[in-house]
């Protein structure tokens, strides 16, 4: 990477699954990671039990569907640590349903928090967080193969995760010639608790088991599983390394084969 003032991570939706394998591997590799999410006492948990085990990790409650909460975090995250280098937007939601019986407030909160918080973190992180002052930058979009075909009962969800890889194509044209790189990865099916969520609601629709679902999902991987968060969080670490200097307004899946697009 760039010069050690630009080994600070910022990292959404860092509590759990995809996005606290990010940290813990990042951290791991000396970076100096300051992690957010909507349940303080998450992340008062998890800071707490990364510091004990030597990580210099800290953090703080944010709603990224809030312009000022998210201008705070960015502002926090540089008092404490320093100029942003990295941005990982991980905070996201899963939603979706019989499209004809899907609310209003179903639908606009799914696109805010998984679109709009991800345009609103960056927007402060290049206005505010110092990551334009270096010359070097790096900004992970975590996406999903959904956003490249449509999932069936997941017309929100699908919109939304389509719309980042967008913005991350477009934003990465944008900065390419300030040396920052902006790319998205795509998971497919990943083991983590929204994944949970997830069956719970697909065995409702449908009616059957969540073993059901569990089975008719991995039938659907080449690789006959789901990935793992650590899996991502190792593309995300790639994609963060001075090896992908030259790797940007990509959208890279790990997926299992799942999506060969």
């Known amino acids: 990477m760039s010069d050690a003032v630009n080994r600070v991570a910022l990292v959404t939706g860092g509590t759990s699954g995809i996005g606290l ?3 813990r ?3 791991r590799d000396g970076t100096r990671v300051f992690l ?3 349940d303080e006492s998450a992340v008062t948990r998890t800071v707490k039990e990364l510091q004990a085990s030597g990580l210099e990790v800290d953090g703080v409650r944010c709603d990224v569907r809030s312009t000022e909460e998210v201008d705070r975090l960015v502002r926090t995250a540089r008092d404490r640590f320093g100029p942003v280098g990295i941005l990982v937007n991980n905070a996201g939601r899963g939603g979706g349903g019989v499209t004809a019986e899907i609310s209003d407030d179903l ?3 799914v696109l805010d928090t998984n679109l709009g918080g991800a345009f609103r973190v960056t927007r402060a992180v290049l206005a505010r967080g110092g990551m334009l002052e270096h010359g070097w930058g790096r900004i992970i979009n975590v996406a999903s193969t959904g956003g490249k075909q449509g999932v069936a009962l997941g017309a929100p ?3 939304s995760k389509s719309g980042l890889i967008g913005f991350t194509k477009a934003v990465a044209l944008e900065l390419a010639g300030k040396g920052v790189t902006v790319n998205a990865v795509c998971p497919g099916y990943v083991e983590t608790p929204m994944a949970q969520g997830v069956r719970r609601r697909y065995a409702a629709f449908w009616g059957v088991t969540e073993d059901d679902v569990l089975e008719k999902f ?3 991987i080449p690789l006959g599983r789901y990935s793992t968060p650590d899996e991502v969080a190792g593309m995300v670490h790639y994609l ?3 090896t992908a200097d030259s790797i940007t307004a990509q959208a890279v899946n790990v997926c299992g084969g799942l999506g060969s697009y």
């Open 107 to 109: 639908w606009l909160d």
């Open 21 to 23: 394998a990010v940290v």
């Open 25 to 27: 591997k990042l951290a």
């Open 36 to 38: 957010c999410a909507r």
């Open 240 to 242: 963060v390394s001075d």
């Open 157 to 159: 969800y699908s919109a």
């Open 218 to 220: 991995q039938a659907k």
